[in-house]
């Protein structure tokens, strides 16, 4: 945030299990999630009471434990967000909304009325088709709640590819694009999460700003694996381009 000079930062799939609050360097961070203090207390104190040794492994080897149970206990978030602000405009701050693992929002006072700015994180398209209207429906819910201007950040995991002439009030042209046909051919909840994503702009009279602007190759890339150099090639990371939809 430093380096790019960020005042405001949405984030999204943090894992946090608490809506809390933390500060540091010139920052503050306000996370939300959907685990219940209540569950969250109670696993935490049946962690404090298993056997010695029974999270970590014993001695060299292979461990005896899954290092990844973690995740299937009641009180992992398996989302979560986070909007981090400039300390600077605490004294804005007039309200802070943690409704979910998947949103929350934030509002600050100005001058022309009050600016919303709201963090999702959208259930992929491995969630079942319940669970992605149910985010929709409650982001809907809160942005019809809202007074004054907001702005919608995060991650809505949804891939467009093309933009049909019917989706061009709400998606720009500057998308990683494939022909139209691929459309029928995607896999039914991918093409489920990209419908429901761009109803839900035309419904609220919004556009996905990130594909109006122009932008170069690298740029339309939304999602990058990590990987390392080519051992034979050290110069060359997968990576890199063609930024096309053949690697992206």
């Known amino acids: 945030m430093k380096a790019e000079n960020l005042d405001i ?26 685990i219940d203090p209540k569950v969250r207390e109670q696993e935490e104190k049946r962690r404090e009471n298993l056997p010695k040794g029974k999270r970590k ?3 060299k080897g ?27 405009l605490l004294r804005y701050l007039k309200d802070v909304k943690q409704i979910s693992g998947r949103s929350m929002h934030i509002t600050l006072q100005a001058a022309g009325g009050d600016i919303n700015f709201v963090s999702n994180y959208a259930p992929h398209a491995g969630y079942n088709l319940e669970d992605e209207d149910i985010f929709y429906e409650t982001l809907s819910e809160t942005l019809n709640g809202i007074r004054g201007k907001f702005y919608i950040g995060g991650d809505f995991n949804a891939r467009i ?15 990683i694009c494939r022909d139209e046909p691929y459309l029928a051919t995607m896999a039914e909840g991918t093409r489920d999460s990209r419908n429901l994503f761009i109803s839900f702009l035309k419904t609220q009279e919004l556009i996905a700003l990130n594909t109006v602007f122009d932008k170069p ?5 939304t999602y990058q694996e990590k990987t390392k150099a080519d051992e034979n090639n050290p110069e060359h990371r997968k990576n890199g381009p063609p930024f096309d939809y053949t690697k992206y």
């Not at 608490?18 to 999630?33: E, I, L, N």
């Not at 590819?161 to 989706?167: E, K, N, T, W």
Request: charged fraction near 25%; avoid cysteine.
């Open 9 to 34: 930062l949405m984030i999204s799939e943090t894992n946090r299990n608490t809506s809390d609050m933390h500060r540091w360097d010139g920052y503050t961070v306000f996370y939300s999630t959907s």
């Open 217 to 221: 190759p690298d740029k339309l890339v």
């Open 161 to 175: 590819y093309h933009v049909r002439d019917i989706d061009t009030e709400a998606i720009g042209p500057h998308i």
């Open 62 to 88: 292979i461990p005896s434990y899954d290092p990844f149970a973690y995740r299937s206990d009641p009180d992992y978030e398996k989302a979560g967000v986070g909007i981090v602000i400039n300390n600077k």
């Open 57 to 59: 492994g014993k001695g």
